[in-house]
């Protein structure tokens, strides 16, 4: 399967692509839906990864699209984000289990 990458931090395109993966760096919303449309429609692409930052701009526009698509759009953290993948972790756990924090 061919993954995509749609990000605005070069230094995750630079991380992706150092891996395989093929990208493009996005510099607004208006251009994200519009590359996203593109990549959703390349038969070659199996599946689209997009950063955060770029999701936040645009994100009701983003889910419609999400929910559109027969392929999978995977959200993920850019490197400048401070995402931290032990919180979320953490709060996925005690969602599911039922822990209130």
Known sequence: ??????????????GFRLAGIDGKVIEDGATFLKRLGEVCSDASIGAILVTDELVNESKEQFLKIK??????????PASNSGYSVKESIDGYINNVIGVES
């Open 67 to 76: 929910a559109q698509k027969n392929k999978p759009i995977i959200e993920i």
């Open 1 to 14: 399967m061919k993954f995509f990458l749609l990000t605005k931090d070069v230094q995750s395109y630079i």
